[in-house]
């Protein structure tokens, strides 16, 4: 029988990926950051001068570059791009001002989603993103949302920016995951929601280890349930 696929969706600072990470290592599952994949590109973009007023340009870009993730040691992904290592440098500000303007192009989109589908199509994957469940694994056996207020968010992803020596205030964290929340939202093409079926998790008041429980025992009832 197929392994499972499991979609986790959500905003930025939602807790998705240490979630995704974690639940995989407990069950034994691949974890893939789909967020990667877009930020990789909009490195690159940014690296070749791209104009980003100017689709054709990131669309000509989406079609030759070659993005590789690999696993790191602690289970998160390692990502490439033509064989350099480029994991945090797709993290910084630079990136995250850019990224949901490369992301809203649908034909830069469809090259990774066609990448994230092939990587997931014999299953045994978890992957978090915007879109997994409605648009990447739209058949996925579970599918979780996940959501927090925005004054959490911002404060979760400063704390990450900072201990990882960024110079950047709370206010600018803010003011930067609600912009990306915006253009994702309203993009034209697989925006930032929930699917029908998914289960949402409000984190505001959890902690990621509460989160990653809540996962794992919904994902192994469903297991159990088909046996
Ligand atoms: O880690 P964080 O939640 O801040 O973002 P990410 O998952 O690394 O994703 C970065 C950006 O990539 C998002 O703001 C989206 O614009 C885009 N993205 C997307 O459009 N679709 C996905 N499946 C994943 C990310």
């Known amino acids: 029988m197929k392994d499972i696929n499991v979609a986790v969706d959500g905003p930025a600072g939602a807790g998705k990926s240490t979630a995704a990470r974690e639940v ?15 930020r990789a590109l909009t ?12 689709p054709e340009e990131i669309i ?13 040691s602690d289970g998160s992904n390692l990502v490439y791009i033509d064989g350099i290592d480029v994991t945090q440098e797709i993290r910084t500000p630079a990136v995250n001002g850019k990224v949901s ?12 989603v066609a990448r994230q589908q092939k990587i997931a199509e014999d299953g045994g994957f978890i992957m978090d993103g915007r879109d997994i469940g409605t648009n990447v694994l739209p058949g ?3 599918k979780f949302f996940l959501t927090a207020s925005l004054e959490v968010r911002a404060q979760r992803r400063y ?28 993009r034209e093409v697989a925006p930032l ?3 029908k079926d998914a289960d949402l998790i409000d984190t505001t008041h959890m902690n990621i280890e509460d989160v990653i ?14 046996t």
């Open 24 to 38: 995989a290592s407990r069950l034994n599952l691949k974890y893939l950051d789909t967020g990667a994949m877009y």
């Open 43 to 54: 490195w690159k973009a940014i690296i070749e001068n791209i104009d980003f007023q100017n």
């Open 60 to 72: 000509n870009l989406a079609a030759v570059i070659n993005i590789d993730i690999k696993n790191g």
């Open 101 to 112: 303007i490369v992301s809203k192009i649908p034909e830069a989109r469809g090259k990774l």
């Open 140 to 142: 996925a056996d579970f």
């Open 159 to 186: 704390m990450e920016l900072k201990e990882k020596g960024c110079n950047i205030t709370l206010e600018d964290v803010k003011k930067e995951i609600s912009m990306r929340d915006k253009i994702d939202k309203g």
């Open 193 to 195: 929601i929930a699917a």
């Open 213 to 226: 429980q809540e996962i794992v025992r919904k994902v192994n009832k469903l297991k159990a349930g088909r």
